[in-house]
């Protein structure tokens, strides 16, 4: 621009910058959901938060996904008494195992009074002197007693469970071509799914969840609206074993088994 001074230059490409500015400010990028997932259950007259376990979503609705939902109705896994009495586990180590509502002993740290005194757990006084023999000093031992016990004691339950649910993962991201989501429960049975593509999608547990009666599984359709948190946190998206009819959701609740 010859002539012009350049104050006035300036002044143009300024007036373009910001031009460009309020262009990109009023184009976002598209918004994603959130789902503020809140299971319960109702045990007797009793209703309970269902903490630590995971849920998934996949890409699809329930129409969309029935062969896969077919293969997750089918899919048996052994409740956890069940697994650990077949592997000779004792009253001890399973009322552990309840207590603390694990899957595996990786689950809490070992206290000091389950290796010793009334309420010993055989196996894990066992692994604890083995780790000892190596490791040289209490506290380490008992902090990794764990890798002490024979496999199937350790973790066998986890893996059986994992194993399941690994095979419905990959057969639901190879039908829907997206990766499937997870998440799991906190103590007071909430989790959070954020950056979610819009869209309709299936929620499921694909294993049933042990309580102290049964064994429940949910199948739930779920459409997915671009929103925020705040949103999120004001209209959780509720389970229950008990039906409602705002909810499109299949319940399959179970009795747990009587052990051999």
């Given at each position: 621009m010859p002539g012009r001074p350049p104050i006035l230059i300036f002044g143009f490409l300024l007036?373009?910058?910001?031009?460009?500015?309020?262009?990109?400010?009023?184009?976002?990028?598209?918004?994603?959901?959130?789902?503020?997932?809140?299971?319960?259950?109702?045990?007797?007259?009793?209703?309970?938060?269902?903490p630590r376990k995971r849920f998934f979503l996949i890409h699809g609705s329930l129409d969309e996904n029935k062969a896969l939902i077919e293969q997750i109705k089918q899919g048996t896994v052994t409740s956890r008494e069940c697994f650990y009495r077949s592997q000779g586990a004792s009253d001890a180590l399973?009322?552990?195992?309840?207590?603390?509502?694990?899957?595996?002993?990786?689950?809490r740290l070992i206290e000091?009074?389950?290796?010793?005194?009334?309420?010993t757990v055989?196996?894990?006084?066992?692994?604890?002197?083995?780790?000892?023999?190596?490791?040289?000093?209490?506290?380490?031992?008992?902090?990794?007693?764990?890798?002490?016990l024979p496999a199937p004691l350790r973790d066998g339950y986890y893996n059986s469970k994992q194993q399941v649910i690994d095979k419905l993962t990959k057969e639901a991201e190879n039908r829907?071509?997206?990766?499937?989501?997870?998440?799991?429960?906190?103590?007071?049975?909430?989790?959070?799914?954020?950056d979610i593509e819009p869209?309709?999608?299936?929620?499921?547990?694909?294993?049933?969840?042990?309580?102290?009666?049964?064994s429940i599984l949910w199948i739930c359709e779920r459409e997915v609206k671009p929103t925020d948190l705040a949103i999120a946190m004001r209209r959780?998206?509720?389970?229950?074993?008990?039906?409602?009819?705002?909810?499109?959701?299949?319940?399959?609740?179970?009795?747990?088994?009587?052990?051999?």
């Open positions: 007036a373009l910058s910001c031009l460009s500015l309020v262009a990109h400010t009023q184009t976002p990028e598209a918004a994603r959901g959130v789902i503020r997932l809140k299971v319960k259950y109702k045990s007797g007259e009793t209703t309970r938060e269902l399973i009322n552990w195992l309840k207590e603390n509502d694990c899957e595996s002993v990786y689950c000091d009074k389950y290796l010793g005194g009334p309420d055989p196996e894990f006084k066992t692994a604890y002197e083995q780790a000892l023999k190596e490791l040289k000093t209490a506290e380490l031992a008992r902090r990794w007693l764990s890798n002490y829907s071509g997206k990766p499937v989501m997870s998440i799991m429960t906190d103590r007071k049975g909430t989790a959070y799914l954020t869209g309709v999608y299936t929620i499921s547990n694909l294993g049933g969840a042990e309580t102290e009666r049964s959780p998206f509720q389970l229950s074993n008990e039906t409602d009819p705002k909810v499109k959701c299949e319940i399959i609740e179970k009795p747990l088994p009587v052990c051999k």
